[in-house]
């Protein structure tokens, strides 16, 4: 029964214009960044072109591979976190905002196969955003022709990347729950933005590898200087924070009351 | 097998201080049409949708074609077809592929889907998005959904919602011969009482969440007969005679569902996934 709920859950997304709005809002982040390392390089030329001011302050940034790969971290570590909950969102959310939830849940299929449905729904729909969007930044560097490039740093920047990429879909099935508890798609975003700022608040504090909304900063530096790797603490954390939020989405599926 | 298609048992349901639904005791019996009737608000969705494990019930019991639902428990809706409240679908689907979710998810064999979209008219709207219908064609999509899988039991929340008089027609007809002739049972809730009056077999009168009347159709109409017989004015009955001619006059010249001699002049409601 579980390929029949995932087949659908898949026809769902048919026509829908969420997939190449997530696609378009995360391959402009490359070329954002792309526009900074130009920026930097050719400051005289940027200032003419009116793209940096006058008293704009550069100092201390390069244009090199490194620099654009720790960019490259920070943006999608922060505008991914965001995306994928819009996308979560868009998943369990709207089936209450199109009030097709009623419709799907007194079908004869355990509940819990929906929220795993549209779990998987979301790893293939963000995995295939991440490697899209990585393809094209490492095209939109080489277009660049920064310096700095090798075989050993670039593995190491797409694997910091798909590290940030993957706990943030770690923190994912916790929004997918306050989606069904909500009813809709609204409180998920507005709790990912609160838990964004409590993260970095929490961060400074200095326990940031205990809190999963500090771990993503600290991984990418917003708190602290970017670590290389995360302490195993972290990860046992993001493994309960996963099978915490998966749970408890099933269970409001399985045993709240779903009206609409 | 028992005789029930539906039973609820002092069922209770309270949003905190408000009693939605109270003590309700109900028996469908299987292969009638039932009309659960009630004004807005008395607790007819509520009622539907503890038997549908949608909410559930503060206390009580609902039991379903033999299954007492307990929410979660899902395996008792593959014989069961519903509609709740609003007619609703994914409006970036069309027609078709809406009632290919239903007939994957209810195991249904593929030519369910073609066959339900002719059974319901909506073959010309069949590669429609959803959200590109009309109030109508949306009733009518939530109608075939409801029949793809050929339920023993159909829950019918306000089914005439949105038709225009020949598809309430077309749709009183449908509901009738698949009682008649496939001993589907029907329970459906309905505000409008010549809808219910027209259809069902038995009405309940729920109102403030309590049955406060259950009789036959016809021993209903004699109860109102009876009260109603110094109630009206002339121009009331006048009135009322009116409406029934001129509802008549509109199927006829619109030769969708029944002529002016009261016979079909379109296609039959039968056959096909139901």
Known sequence: MFGQVLGTEFMKLHRAKATWATLAVLAIMPLGIALFMWIVREPGRAAQLGLLGTKASLAGLEATWLQYFYMLTLVFGVGGMLLLTFIIAYLFGREYGDATAKNMLALPVARHWFAVAKLAVAAVWWTALIVIVLVEAMAVGLVLGLPGFSAELAAAGIAHVLLAATISFLLAPVVAWIAVWSRGEVAPIAFSLVMLALGNLFGKTGWAEWFPYSIVPLLIGMVADPVGSLPPGSYVVLAGTFVAGTTATILQLRFADNAQ | ?274
């Open chain 2, 1 to 274: 097998m028992p005789d029930t298609a539906v039973s609820t048992r002092a069922l209770v349901k309270r949003y905190r201080d408000v009693t939605a639904v109270d003590s309700l005791n109900l028996d469908v019996r299987r292969g009638e049409i039932y009309g659960f009737l009630g004004r807005n608000g008395a607790g007819k969705t509520t009622t539907i949708r503890m038997m549908l494990g949608l909410i559930r019930p503060s206390s009580g019991e609902v039991t379903v074609l033999g299954k007492r639902i307990i929410p979660g428990e899902t395996a008792v809706f593959a014989r069961v077809g519903f509609l709740v409240e609003t007619a609703t679908a994914y409006p970036n689907l069309t027609v078709r592929e809406n009632l290919d979710i239903q007939r994957r998810l209810t195991g249904s064999p593929p030519r369910s889907v073609a066959d339900s979209i002719t059974l319901l008219r909506l073959d010309p709207y069949a590669d429609r998005r959803a959200g590109q219908l009309s109030l109508g064609n949306k009733q009518r999509l939530a109608l075939a959904r409801a029949l793809l899988h050929s339920p023993e039991l159909l829950v019918l929340d306000e089914p005439a919602n949105g038709l225009d008089p020949a598809g309430i027609v077309e749709i009183r007809e449908l509901l009738r011969s698949l009682a008649d002739n496939r001993g589907a049972t029907v329970f459906m809730s309905s505000h409008i009482l010549a809808e219910v009056a027209h259809l069902a077999d038995r009405i309940g009168i729920v109102h403030d969440g309590r049955l406060i009347e259950e009789s036959s159709r016809d021993e209903l109409a004699a109860k109102a007969r009876a009260f109603a017989t110094d109630a009206y004015t002339p121009e009331e009955r006048e009135q009322a005679l009116l409406t029934l001619d001129l509802e008549r006059y509109f199927l006829a010249r619109t030769g969708d569902a029944r002529g002016a001699d009261g016979r079909r002049t379109g296609a039959s409601s039968e056959g096909g996934a139901v």
